[in-house]
């Protein structure tokens, strides 16, 4: 499919006086006509001469752009002017200025240096421009889905699971640390932790205020910080670890998590509880996690339980982006020994097709700095454990990055092909749908008795002229369709791909 776009004209605001001499005695006639004359051939000369200010302003917008195409981001694959990077584009050709935003994804984007130092490079590089002028910005902290989100968390762009579905492998350590991580690459960052049985945010971080606070009038939680970071926790409630069953843990967790004031965060990292229980499924129903990281030791009894965890977010449409393998080896006399055997990481790797690992090793310092309450991270930041998490935070990132991508344009309408396009995430396969098709195809209660199966929607009862208001994503599973007569229908990515599709789909030219 091509769409050829003819970008519109536009002129610059130019302003041209006429001024008169001022005197006591009257013009000579020759004056007079003088002034008639260029009167009349002025403002032709300046129409020319704006018109042609005009082009020429035009024509150096798109020289500077086509200069910062020549830069791809590295993660989509795509250059910055079709990722929609560049803004507030201002050209003074005449004086050789140019000054533009570059708008990434996340403040933590791990190449935003390179990206300035070369718009600098390749604009400056123009016959003409003696000045550039690059400012660096992200956007705005929002969801992909923020669709029916609780208000609190409609301001947070990415959420991340941090989970190992058994205890005492290091998954805390690896929350905290990685939060901090992301942090320190300018992101704004929150941490949940989401173990109301045994909390451990407490003794990880050191914040002056270890109390939560309520704002009356909002009916709120005002989190507490700890170096610029927002936290949650049960341990922070005043209430130690909790005795109650498995339901009101759930109400708990849904009231700690949906009534906080989070504001605008680019990251929140929840600090799973082990299992693959009501909470854990309370916690994926409730948010879209928009990825997880996966934390496991060497042997193979962790590698089994961590197997029912990446099924449980492979069911739920939950990518797991990493595997971190923590307590791996030891360094002494100049030799490198592995304790605990070799193995359970990259089998979770290979095994599921997790594309990352990363090897945490054995250090007094990592165990040290979880019961001071200073991350390792902050405690030495350039050490190898530091650039570990480093690594771990860049691959978050840019996997967070593609994901939103993927889900953000999985699913649209084109109006003039009259046509659903559907390109299901982590998928290379394209298809075309019709609109009535999907509408007939929902299984709400609307549309199927619940007890019988009965179809109550039937075939005449959707027109096929009827074309969807808005489609949204809905977390990693499926999108949300408003249409114009005002149903909204849930569709499910599995049932996009089973449904009839379009064949010779025609091609705009």
């Known amino acids: 499919m091509q769409l050829l776009h003819t970008p519109s004209s536009s002129t610059l605001p130019f302003h041209f006086s006429n001024s008169q001499p001022r005197g006591r ?61 560049v803004k507030d584009l201002n050209v003074n050709k005449a004086l050789g200025e140019v000054s533009f935003r570059l708008e990434l994804t996340t403040p933590a984007c791990p190449v935003k240096d390179m990206f300035e130092q070369k718009a600098n490079e390749v604009v400056t590089a123009l016959p003409w421009v003696k000045r550039v002028s690059v400012t660096m910005s992200a956007r705005p902290a929002k969801p992909v889905y923020a669709g029916n989100l609780p208000e609190n968390l409609q301001t947070i762009s990415n959420i991340i699971a941090v989970s190992s579905c058994k205890g005492g492998v290091g998954k805390s350590t690896v929350a905290v640390n990685l939060a901090y991580t992301l942090a320190g690459m300018g992101a704004r960052v929150g941490i949940f932790d989401a173990d109301v049985y045994g909390p451990s945010l407490p003794t990880m971080v050191s914040p002056e205020n270890r109390l939560l606070e309520m704002n009356p009038e909002k009916r709120t939680i005002i989190p507490t910080e700890y170096l610029g970071i927002k936290l949650i926790s049960f341990g922070f409630a005043g209430q130690g670890r909790a005795i109650m069953r498995g339901p009101m843990v759930s109400g708990v967790i849904n009231q700690l998590l949906t009534t906080t004031e989070w504001g605008e965060l680019d990251y929140l990292i929840i600090d799973m509880p082990p299992g693959t229980g009501d909470i854990q499924l309370t916690l ?122 993927q889900v953000s344009t999985a699913v649209a309408y084109d109006r003039g092909m009259k046509a659903i396009r559907v390109k299901v995430p982590d998928s290379d396969e394209e298809f075309y749908l019709h609109p009535a098709t999907v509408r007939r195809n929902d299984r709400s209660a609307k549309s199927v008795d619940e007890w019988t199966a009965e179809q109550k929607l039937q075939y005449a009862d959707v027109p096929e002229d009827i074309e969807p208001e808005e489609i949204r994503p809905m977390g990693n599973y499926a999108v949300s369709i408003t249409w114009a007569d005002g149903f909204s229908q849930i569709a499910p990515y599995d049932q996009l791909q089973t449904m009839e599709r379009l064949v010779d789909v025609p091609t705009l030219i």
């Open 25 to 85: 005695h009257e013009r000579p006639a020759w004056v007079s006509f003088r002034d008639t004359a260029w009167s009349s051939i002025t403002p032709k000369a300046a129409s020319v001469q704006a018109s042609a200010s005009a082009v020429s302003s035009q024509t150096a917008e798109i020289d500077v752009l086509k200069s910062l195409s020549q830069i791809i981001d590295p993660d989509f694959g795509t250059d910055i002017v079709s990722c929609g990077f």
């Open 284 to 405: 994926c129903q409730v948010v879209p996690l928009t990825a997880a990281v996966i934390v496991t030791t060497p042997q193979k009894l962790a590698f089994i339980d961590v197997a029912k965890g990446v099924r449980m977010f492979s069911k739920l449409k939950v990518p797991c982006v990493a595997v971190v393998e923590n307590m791996c080896h030891f360094d002494a006399d100049g030799k490198r020994y592995y304790p605990f055997g070799r193995g359970s990481g990259s089998q979770v790797v290979e095994q599921f097709g997790i594309p990352h690992l990363f090897e945490l090793p054995i250090r007094p310092t990592l165990s040290a700095s979880g019961d001071s309450g200073v991350p390792e991270v902050v405690a030495d930041p350039q050490g190898e454990v530091a650039r570990t998490f480093q690594e771990l935070g860049i691959c978050v990132v840019q996997q967070c990055a593609k994901i939103c991508q």
